[in-house]
């Protein structure tokens, strides 16, 4: 103990002064026969009224006050410090500021009265509200700290108490302004902040405070994680992560390492890649993750750098130290093969998954059904889709959307259509753009009947039409000469606030004119196209 406070009282002696207004602020002392007696009568256990008769002519200030509380600050007259403290706030025209609080604070905690320490931190922090200087209290702690030879302990107190009255904003703020002095907190501190955030649902800042711990090497207890653990509970986020670390280990992976391995997931979603590299190297080598998944998430970064080749090596290593390949980094590959337009590469990644018995998962099929969509290999992606259903997946919106766009573009709207109502069975909810693809698609063929069918069991799933597929409805009728349907079904747009674009107007014209209703035709464009401009 008397190691940590040589070393904590060095940190603090080659600290630069924070805050003028926060130094020591009575450099004169008060008249020794006057604080003496103070002193003396708390120390005889004289009561307040008695101490005000006694004092009654004697003016408080800061200099006296502070000198009455250096006298007081041994633990033996801690509780006598305290008395004086409060009698000395209900005293006429006196207040008491910071120094006069934080001395008070460092006493009682040196006298372990953890209770009263705690409240007067609360009264002072609620005085504090409002002051720009948010660490006028943490500064004058620390300037107090050694006149008081006071115990490391109450930084811990004041960030519990940040916590506590849910101003853990500010908390987090002042641990990380006393890390950057070289004042480290307990773990039970950070422990109070993160339960107190996370039960306050600011998960952004729950994980933001996990990764300062880790950072200064505050590494976590079971308290930790389990806090964590609810924390991503409460995301939704934990199957995510356990499933995602199952893919990479083979079996599932105990908590501690599904809360390490998501922190530094998390961070290189958010780009930060070389922050998440080393916060995960210092993992590993705390044990604080499996190597497998280390190696598996630094193929991750380099592919999120989009430095393929990089992640290339990296697995190739992974390979040669006697770890096994996994599908959720040849997944990685597929994705970057796929986005990159290299479909036979990630078509080889994926046999190659097949012949070391990788089972493929979702987000494999996903990204060849789109992939080979946007190539405009069409029957290869409708053959991933068939082979995903096999396997009982569903596929995202994005990859089946992808792919029906294509169908219908070269006519095949009716194994678009087909394929929609096979995975509707299969619980699968498709989106508005589905059903404007299909309908646009249908369209295209004049096929009338199907438009409108889809038209209405879109509506039966509250899914509101949108532009394209009233133009899709308006042109498929014009075409084959029912106008009055065409020009209903312009008003429906037109009454659901949606604007017809100008090819509408173009096609409805036209077709006016053809019929020899020159004069609607000619309304058209003066009351209505002209207003939309």
Known sequence: MGFLLRRFTQSLVSLKPINHRTQLIHTHSAPNNVVRAICDSFRTGWNWDALTSKFDSLKLDGKL??????????????????????????????????????????ILVRAKMVMDAR?????????????????????????????????????????QTYAKTRMFETGFDVCCYLRE??????????????RVVQRSDRNGLVWKIYEHM????????DETVRILIEALCKEGELRKYADMLERIHGKRCSPSVIVNASLVFRILEEGRVEEGVVLLKRMLQKNMVLDTIAYSLIVYAKVKLGNLGSAQEVYEEMLMRGFRANPFVYTLFIEAHCKAG??????????????MDLKPYDECYNFLIEGCARAGRVEESVSYLKQMMES????????????????????DADQANAMLTILLDKGFLPNDITYSLLIDGYARKGENDEVLKLYYEMESRSLSPGLLVFTSLIKSFCQCGKLEEAEKY????????????????????????????????????????????
């Open 65 to 106: 006050v502070e000198s009455v509380l250096l006298e007081l600050k041994e633990p033996v007259d801690a509780k006598r410090a305290l008395g004086f403290f409060h009698w000395a706030s209900n005293r006429k025209q006196f207040d008491h500021g910071f120094w006069s609080y934080s001395i008070t604070i460092h």
């Open 119 to 159: 409240a007067l931190i609360e009264s002072v922090l609620k005085k504090n509200v409002g002051n720009e200087l948010k660490f006028s209290v943490v500064d004058s702690l620390l300037s107090s700290y050694e006149v008081t030879a006071s115990n490391p302990f109450v930084f811990d107190l004041l960030v």
């Open 181 to 194: 002095r070289g004042l480290p907190l307990s773990l039970p501190s950070y422990n109070t902040l993160l």
């Open 214 to 221: 880790v950072e200064r090497r505050s590494y976590p207890n």
């Open 342 to 355: 290299r479909i036979d590469d990630a078509q080889s990644m994926m046999n190659e998954m097949g012949n």
């Open 392 to 411: 009982r997946f569903i596929p995202s919106l994005g990859a089946f959307n992808e792919m029906v766009g294509k169908l219908c573009e070269i006519g």
């Open 490 to 533: 312009f008003r429906i747009m037109k009454d659901r606030s949606i604007a017809p674009s100008l090819s509408t107007y173009e096609t409805l014209i036209a077709n006016h004119i053809e019929q020899g209703k020159t004069e609607r035709a000619d309304f058209l464009p003066c009351n209505e196209m002209v207003l939309q401009d």
